[in-house]
């Protein structure tokens, strides 16, 4: 394989590579590097680079897998968002308030990472603190769309799409509070998993909305998803809800079949203004599903759906709005100077260092918690979170896995919704309910709309995630979709 398509590589094929001796993983690594320099400009996907690090990182990956020694991904280059905290290394959430931030530790999955032999080339830009759908709300620029760069690449993990997409590196690992693994990769014709509430810990996430945030990979196929899940997927002590879950080989669900497998389509998740070349790529794939030999039924419904957008825009800034007041100044990340005192000196610091769109998620965080609000907001919040996810219970004792869209509709302009933060919202309508329950699901791409990739949602009961992988491997494998690379 000549070098200078060594970026197109899924990470099972590099590692075979790796394995045979054909390449070594400081060439592959330098072959992202050149990547990133040819395209970056262009795409905007990576806040930080680490050239020199990756390079040190790639040289004793090849050091192991010449003893013999390394998994599956050892020696492979890969990029983390930037809520994963990096020992000595700035993990900035891109935002002003942690733009010179250096965490002391390593996150779990990254510290897993390590020992797995990864390469990392960089962190990931996203939407400040991972709020948002389209990276527009980073602190420090827009990332922009592979498949058409006046697009947004969605949101938050924007810059991990992107990147996948672009072939600036093999895989990363995304955060998904309410959508922000799986929207993203839809708009960038990605894979992308977020798994069970518990699978993975949270360990070293720069915490949104604690009871709903989840790490995942996003790769250029099921394969990767799976290899990756293996890796970052265990209990661990340093997250006190972290599953006590048996270690499993997710590569096992990767059977190119769907025979008798009961499969359901939720009609609420075809939302009204969808875009109907949309809902036609996933009709589509569910039909395809069908022929191939899966029992689908298209009148399952969820009546509590519509609800499950509110209920996150009341919970997820709730608890944002007590997870960032830890950003005050005083200890770490932004600090105002020249200020009279400490009340100034804070209030100064979060004006400064928050963005307009952090700032309205706190403002409608303590609305919801304050006294003579909270029973009408939050608790109700929370009521109904309850129903939603007894709901999702009693739909999979009959179903193995459900099929949705991800997106209503394919990446839209950049800038087209900035103004307008209620559309902005609308666009998780069909991620939220996952988080709001804790269900794992994953985004496969399924076909284009005027040359922009579609997504293919599937969801799954608690720790169904062998289910999620089977239907979407066997979809993957009967189409080309996941071998399409954008022209850059
Ligand atoms: N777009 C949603 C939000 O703005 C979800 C973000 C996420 O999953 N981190 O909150």
Redesign the pocket.
Known sequence: MSSDSLHNLTAHEAANLLGARQTSSEELTRAYLDRIQAVEDEVKAYVTVLDAGAMEQARQADRQLAAGEGGPLTGVPMQLKDNLTTSGVVTTCSSRMLKDFVPPYDATVVDRLRGAGAVFLGKGNM?EF????STENSAFFATHNPWGLDKVPG??SGGPAAAVAASEATYSLG??????IR?PAALCGVVGLKPTYGLVSRYGLIA?ASSLDQIGPMTKDVTDSALVLNAIAGHDPMDSTSAPQQATDYTEALVPDVKGMRLGVPKEYFVEGMDHRVTAAVEAAIASLEDMGASVDREVSLPTTPYALAV?YII?PSEASANLARYDGVKFGYRAEDTQDIWEAMEHTRQQGFGAEVKRRIMLGTYALSAGYYDAYYLRAQKVRTLISQEFEQVFERYDALLAPTSPSVAFGLGEKMDDPMQ??L??VCTIPA?IAGIPGISVPCGFVDGLPVGLQVLGPHFGEQALFRVAYAYEQAHEWHSMRPNL
């Not at 955060?175 to 922000?180: A, E, L």
């Open positions: 939407d991972a709020m948002g759908s949101g938050s955060s998904d509070t309410g959508g922000s929207q949104f996150y997820a902005m919202y666009s998780d988080n």
